[in-house]
């Protein structure tokens, strides 16, 4: 069973919003400019290290023939992001960073200069949010719809799960957090060898409380995955984070470990290498809950070119990086944190590409202590209260990161 994105646009074609093709690539000596045979919405540049390249996103535009490497740059590809979106990858061969850059006044063509910088340099600005750029407004093609394309399952008996509501202000331009309970329906989770209550619930209280802080601050829209008792397969989860264009995802679980003496929370971002084998295991648990629905959804494939998903991926995994270290810093007022809070597993729940993703293992339901925490309402208020400042500092920090 594979989980094949589908770009619906390309069958709903919307002429008025593809605007401009990539004309041209010219790279002379550390002058570079992309010429587009018409308007286009906006431009992104962002930076990924170790092998240093540059990556350009051209919104409203499409694709066009690379030209051969030369000088700074050993090799230039091109490829559709998605139906509305172009990105074109400099590989570099030493590092530098993208300076001066802008639209010509007519909007048709985006040039910049090549400044060589050291490997320590590159590798710090490429943890820099993306730089942004627009054409002059008079010369800019209307922004491509925000949903443009849906991740539908091949294959998969019963339709896509219907997406949940967005909660929150009604204003498009504000950020989206899903909020995903963990387990549900026949999958209860971990089960506490105290009191008996299954994480399933553990993790929906918690949810709720996550939403209902959030929606408070009005700064973010929320939606969950599920807000009842229901069961979803992990693709189900992040898909649903994938259509609703989230801009962070956050999977809500509470561990179990033999030793009931265990205790504390910790935050898991996506690695292919599990930061110890206790994470690994961990992962192997989490990763069952797709199993019991007697599917396996472990074969990944996608249609998508390995080469984009992986340059996203990594710049997507730096941003949940980010988010994970805020996390465990503004909420350990309220919740008691493992000393090795941040790790790495590899969680099916956390693989979509394009959307920062966080694991958040709220404590250890086979400990008396955090299991009775997690199941209060002041547990549940404190785990919010935690979650709430990070995502306003995350936020905050991405906008004056842009407006720089
Ligand atoms: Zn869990």
Redesign the pocket.
């Known amino acids: 069973m594979l989980l094949l994105p589908l770009f619906l646009s390309a069958l709903l074609a919307t002429p008025a919003v593809l605007a401009g093709n990539i004309g041209a690539i010219e790279i002379d000596g550390s002058d570079v400019t992309v010429r587009f045979d018409d308007l286009v919405a906006g431009a992104s540049a962002l930076l990924l290290a170790g092998p240093d390249r540059i990556a350009l996103d051209i919104s409203g535009a499409q694709a066009g023939r690379s030209p051969q490497g030369t000088g700074l740059v050993r090799t230039v590809r091109q490829g559709q992001r998605d139906p509305a979106t172009a990105r074109v990858v400099l590989d570099l061969d030493r590092p530098a960073l993208v300076s001066d850059a802008r639209f010509a006044a007519d909007g048709r063509s985006l040039s910049f200069r090549l400044a060589p910088v050291s490997s320590d340099e590159f590798a710090r600005a490429a943890r820099a949010p993306r730089l942004e750029l627009q054409p002059p407004v008079r010369f800019r093609a209307k922004p491509p719809e925000k949903r443009y394309s849906v991740t539908v399952p091949i294959g998969r008996p019963k339709a896509a799960v219907a997406l949940p509501a967005i909660q929150g202000p009604n204003n498009p331009r504000l950020p989206l957090v899903v909020v995903d309970a ?2 549900g329906g026949h999958d209860p ?2 089960i506490s060898p105290h009191s008996g209550k299954r ?1 399933k619930d553990i ?1 929906l209280a918690l949810a709720r409380a996550i939403r209902d802080d959030l929606i408070a601050s009005g700064r973010v829209r929320v939606a969950l995955t599920r807000s009842d008792d229901r069961y979803l397969v992990l693709e189900e989860r992040y898909g649903i984070a994938r259509r609703l264009k989230a801009d962070l995802f956050i999977s809500v ?4 470990a033999e030793n009931q003496q265990a205790s504390g929370a910790s935050i898991y971002t996506l690695s292919e290498v599990a930061s110890d084998r206790e994470a690994a295991r961990l992962a192997a ?2 990763n069952k ?1 797709n199993v019991i629905n007697g599917v396996d959804l472990g074969a990944h494939s996608s249609e998508v070119s390995a080469i984009l998903l992986d340059l996203t991926q990594r710049e997507t995994m730096n941003v949940a990086s980010d988010f994970a270290r805020l996390l465990q810093r503004e909420a350990a007022d309220e919740v008691k944190f493992r000393s090795t809070a941040h790790r790495f597993a590899s969680f099916i729940v956390l693989k979509a590409p394009d959307t920062p993703s966080v694991l958040f ?1 709220t404590g250890f339901i086979s400990n008396e202590g955090d299991a009775e925490f997690l199941a209060s309402t002041d547990g549940q208020k404190k785990v919010a209260r935690g979650v709430r400042q990070a995502v306003q500092v995350h936020f905050a920090r991405q906008i004056a990161a842009v407006a720089q």
Do not use: K
Not at 253 to 256: I, L, S, T
């Open positions: 963990g387990h989770g971990a994480e993790t679980h509470a561990d179990a648990r989490e809950a293992e």
